[in-house]
């Protein structure tokens, strides 16, 4: 469950260590922040968001990807975020504070859109299916573009959808090109992968 090249531990100091980069030293780890980045960014929106998007698809169709277009708030962030987020990762744009701080955001983004849907009780089934699927897609782009920062859980979340740890979002890849293939099984839920961490294994440290 750890995913291959990464761990929770390894992939959550990766991340806190990115959030916190203000591009002079490397920053000291205080145990007590990163545990609050654990639990506020990796697990409450994070896990929770991966997980309750599963569940949501499961009690609404057939478990099977993809979508026509972009749906909803997830279909608007795709339209940015990931681009962003892969540029701010290259060694020409290297900017990793601006990369967690927009992958932060952009999850957090769609865990509040994944509450609107879950309530919204009158919302045609076709519209919610377009929405948690634009979701998904959402989800797949992100563990594919935010492989160098957290390859564990890349790995992990690429696997649990039915997908290769290694898939690649192309440069030029728009919402006609998506990386979920139609009819691809899906499984019910998605276990939390950053529930995982284990806060005794790290000390308050300086990253070098």
Same mark, same amino acid.
């Given at each position: 469950?750890?995913?291959?090249?990464?761990?929770?531990?390894?992939?959550?100091?990766?991340?806190?260590?990115?959030?916190?980069?203000?591009?002079?030293?490397?920053?000291?780890?205080?145990?007590?922040?990163?545990?609050?980045?654990?639990?506020?960014?990796?697990?409450?929106?994070?896990?929770?968001?991966?997980?309750?998007?599963?569940?949501?698809?499961?009690?609404?169709?057939?478990?099977?990807?993809?979508?026509?277009?972009?749906?909803?708030?997830?279909?608007?962030?795709?339209?940015?975020?990931?681009?962003?987020?892969?540029?701010?990762?290259?060694?020409?744009?290297?900017?990793?504070?601006?990369?967690?701080?927009?992958?932060?955001?952009?999850?957090?983004?769609?865990?509040?859109? *994944? /509450? !609107?849907?879950? @309530?919204?009780?009158?919302?045609? +089934? #076709?519209?919610?299916?377009?929405?948690?699927?634009?979701? =998904?897609?959402?989800?797949?782009?992100?563990?594919?573009?935010?492989?160098?920062?957290?390859?564990?859980?890349?790995?992990?979340?690429?696997?649990?959808?039915?997908?290769?740890?290694?898939?690649?979002?192309?440069?030029?890849?728009?919402?006609?090109?998506?990386? *979920? /293939? !139609?009819?691809? @099984?899906?499984?019910?839920?998605? +276990? #939390?992968?950053?529930?995982?961490?284990?806060?005794?294994? =790290?000390?308050?440290?300086?990253?070098?």
């Amino acid at each position: 469950m750890s995913g291959k090249g990464g761990s929770p531990n390894t992939d959550a100091l990766n991340f806190h260590v990115c959030l916190m980069w203000d591009g002079g030293s490397p920053p000291f780890v205080d145990g007590r922040e990163l545990a609050e980045t654990v639990q506020s960014i990796l697990i409450d929106d994070v896990d929770n968001w991966s997980d309750g998007l599963l569940q949501a698809l499961a009690s609404c169709a057939p478990a099977t990807g993809g979508a026509e277009g972009p749906g909803g708030v997830a279909g608007q962030l795709l339209l940015g975020a990931p681009y962003e987020l892969r540029r701010c990762q290259t060694p020409q744009w290297f900017d990793p504070e601006r990369a967690s701080a927009l992958f932060a955001r952009t999850v957090a983004t769609a865990r509040q859109d *994944l /509450r !609107r849907i879950n @309530r919204a009780s009158l919302m045609a +089934p #076709g519209a919610r299916w377009s929405r948690l699927a634009a979701h =998904l897609e959402l989800l797949a782009v992100l563990a594919a573009v935010m492989r160098p920062m957290m390859p564990g859980w890349s790995a992990f979340v690429l696997e649990e959808l039915g997908m290769s740890p290694q898939t690649h979002w192309p440069w030029d890849a728009v919402w006609g090109h998506p990386l *979920l /293939r !139609r009819g691809q @099984r899906l499984p019910g839920h998605l +276990p #939390g992968y950053f529930e995982r961490w284990h806060p005794d294994t =790290l000390s308050d440290r300086t990253v070098s």
